[in-house]
């Protein structure tokens, strides 16, 4: 969210090209994460214990732990500044909700993978949903839109560029679904396999495509309200503040503060 929101109000829609592309990297890695799973019977995590020397395996484990304890951490302030924006609850409130809250999500997985999927995509769709209402507010220019699609690097553009990419394919994600694909029913054949894979792909076409549009989205409304208006934003709750402001309309930072609660 950061890195798209920043994105937007500093470069405007010149970097759209880079949440593409990381989508379609996205896609392709984590396909094959899962194929491996499907083929082999054991997780990524399982297969690079067993490939490769034991200095190696550590290494991966640890940047593997940092990168879960990272993108963990963002999620737990994403929880915390959206309960702030929404109702005014101070950050150790939040904090304390935001614990609740994955005990809750354990407690959906006891109920099987299905449920707990069936939960996210509820939760993706309220995002979807908040950023409709934010672009139809924002009323970007859809011409400049379709021209950020096109690839360019304006100046200074490199890291947000980098941390486009980072933001999108995320190693601990890669783990996570080589293993997921092993709680599904999948017949012990041949055919059967080639049939998992298939409906894998489609399943990840799917979902990344959903996360394609609301990260494009939030680029959108950064560009079409911050870049416009010259502002640079490079924080949430600043985001959240000047949305009203500038569009002129109490439910636009309501529509983000629910929006980012989801997300988080």
Not at 114 to 137: D, P, Q, W, Y
């Amino acid at each position: 969210w950061a890195t798209d929101i920043e994105a937007g109000s500093r470069f405007g829609y010149s970097l759209l090209w880079g949440i593409l592309i990381s989508n379609l990297m996205a896609i392709l890695l984590q396909t094959l994460a899962a194929r491996l799973g499907i083929v082999t019977g054991r997780d990524l995590a399982q297969v690079c214990r067993a490939s490769y020397p034991r200095p190696v395996a550590w290494v991966l484990w640890a940047l593997a732990e940092i990168a879960i304890a990272a993108t963990d951490l963002a999620e737990v302030l994403g929880t915390i500044l959206g309960l702030n924006l929404l109702f005014g609850l101070p950050l150790l409130w939040g904090c304390v909700v935001a614990v609740l809250d994955t005990f809750l999500l354990l407690l959906i997985q006891r109920f099987g993978v299905r449920k707990m999927e069936a939960f996210i995509l509820m939760m993706v769709g309220i995002i979807a949903i908040g950023f409709c209402i934010e672009v139809f507010i924002a009323r970007p220019v859809w011409s400049a839109v379709a021209q950020g699609f096109a690839v360019s690097l304006p100046a200074g553009a490199i890291l947000v560029a980098v941390s486009i990419v980072g933001a999108t394919i995320m190693p601990h994600n890669l783990y996570l679904h080589s293993a997921l694909v092993q709680s599904r029913l999948i017949a012990d054949t041949h055919t059967g396999r080639r049939e998992a894979c298939r409906f894998n792909l489609i399943d990840t076409v799917v979902a990344l495509n959903g996360a394609f549009f609301v990260n494009a989205a939030i680029l959108i409304v950064a560009a079409a309200v911050f870049y416009r208006h010259g502002f640079v934003v490079t924080q949430l709750q600043q985001a959240g503040a000047l949305l009203e402001g500038l569009l002129g309309s109490r439910v636009a930072p309501i529509a983000f503060g629910i929006a980012l609660l989801a997300a988080s």
